[in-house]
């Protein structure tokens, strides 16, 4: 057998562009916060992880090109050898003490945090407990090191308690969670989380990729929203969310972290952030310290679009935040609503197994701050058309204005 043979016979990827419905990897000509261009149509930008709108704030772009008149454009090694600047230090230390940890430190990127801090940490005999909706980068951290991996029913606290209970006392125990999960929107019941890990002697790792800058009173994220950031052990996160850079990071003990840094293969193995990333993430942090105003009109944004996509009757699931899923439940519909709101000039993302499950198809929407209201009301008013058009929603079905 040819092992290229099974790269012939799949023919996912084929059937879509012959049918020219395929959404993926497409080259964007301009990117300029919530508008962009798309094969030369401007396009309403309803697709992007730029929450705060900080990849184009003036002052993040201009730290950016700062450092890399002093640094040059990489850091031409691995953090252990050549690799780490006055940067990268000076944005550890600014984490820890924004997440209320002892220390910080920063990969190239989110997956390589998930990948290199849990294969480090799960030992023989460790058991990652984790919720099936998590990260894929979290399945490949653990994957990627010797312990086990059980998995409980998405946010169900039943099962995850019965899978600590199935655990023997003398195995390590970490509970991993998203603290916002990033197809659906919904966040995890860390409140119940951390009463299951103390009461099973377990510790807790949250990967709050999509909730350090927009949830939190202060922008720290989903475990300053549910007042448990004491009790959270470990915290990842990425720079390429609402920082408006690249990167991501591990905050926690100085043992754990300490332990991290020097068995984290990702970390020793891999070329640092560069400088201009580094640059942007502690400008952002900046921004995001006092970003009051900035979160205020994200969430006057996402209410906005979330209460009027439900009225019209389109389900959301259970999204609490800036990321909507529009469910679909059928592949074929979903590219199909998808292609037709490309047409109309508005930029999503379609979502297939397996990044979900077979039946829960969707449309994944995410807000910025830095849409604006007409901005809104027009993708609204195409989503309103496209979606009676295919069925996906009905008159019989809106909720009360």
């Given amino acids: 057998m040819d092992v290229f043979q099974k790269c012939t016979d799949w023919d ?19 990117k300029n916060g919530s508008e962009v261009v798309l094969d030369g149509l401007p396009m309403i930008m309803m697709g992007s992880n730029d929450y705060l709108g900080l990849s184009h704030n003036p002052t993040v772009m201009a730290s950016a090109a700062e450092a890399i008149s002093k640094y040059g454009t990489s850091s031409s090694g691995s953090r252990l050898l050549n690799g780490t600047l006055t940067l990268h230090t000076q944005l550890e230390e600014r984490l820890a003490t924004f997440l209320k940890k002892d220390r910080a430190i920063v990969f190239s990127t989110g997956y390589e945090t998930n990948l290199g801090a849990i294969s480090a940490l ?10 099936r909706s998590v990260h894929a980068s979290i399945i490949d951290g653990i994957r990627l090191g010797v312990g086990k991996m059980l998995r409980f029913q998405h946010n169900d606290m039943d099962d995850l308690e019965n899978k600590l209970r199935s655990i ?16 659906d929107g919904d966040t995890a019941n860390l409140k119940d989380i951390v009463y299951l890990k103390h009461k099973y002697q377990a510790r807790l790792l949250v990967d709050d990729a999509h909730g350090i800058g927009v949830l939190g009173k202060n922008g720290r994220g989903t475990c300053e929203y549910f007042d448990v950031e004491a009790e959270t052990d ?7 969310k609402a920082f408006g850079s690249l990167g991501g990071f591990v905050a926690g003990d100085n043992d754990v972290i300490d332990y991290i840094q020097y068995q984290a293969r990702s970390m ?9 990333s580094i640059a942007a993430a502690i400008s952002s942090l900046d921004i995001i310290e006092n970003g009051e105003d900035l979160r205020a009109k994200l969430w006057a944004n996402t209410r906005k679009f979330s209460e009027s996509l439900q009225r019209m009757g389109f389900d959301i699931g259970q999204s609490t935040t800036p990321i909507i899923p529009i469910l679909i439940g059928d592949t074929p519909r979903t590219f199909h609503f998808w292609k037709q709101l490309q047409q109309h000039g508005v930029f999503t993302n379609p979502i297939v197994s397996p990044a979900v499950q ?9 807000v910025m701050s830095t849409h604006t209201t007409a901005q809104l009301d027009n993708v609204l008013r195409i989503f309103e058309q496209i979606g009676t058009s295919l069925n996906i929603i009905n ?6 204005a």
Avoid: C, W
């Fill in 268 to 276: 020793i193995f891999s070329s640092s952030m560069t400088p201009a």
């Fill in 12 to 30: 996912f990827v084929k059937l879509l562009r012959s049918d020219q419905m395929y959404p993926y990897f497409k080259p964007l000509h301009e």
């Fill in 168 to 183: 023997p006392k003398h195995s390590g125990k970490l509970i991993i969670v998203d603290g916002v999960f990033s197809m």
């Fill in 395 to 400: 008159p019989g079905s809106r909720a009360p």
């Fill in 122 to 131: 799960l030992g023989r005999g460790d058991v990652a407990i984790i919720d």
């Fill in 234 to 240: 470990l915290i990842t996160g990425s720079f390429s």
């Fill in 358 to 366: 077979e039946g829960n198809e969707l449309i994944r929407t995410s």
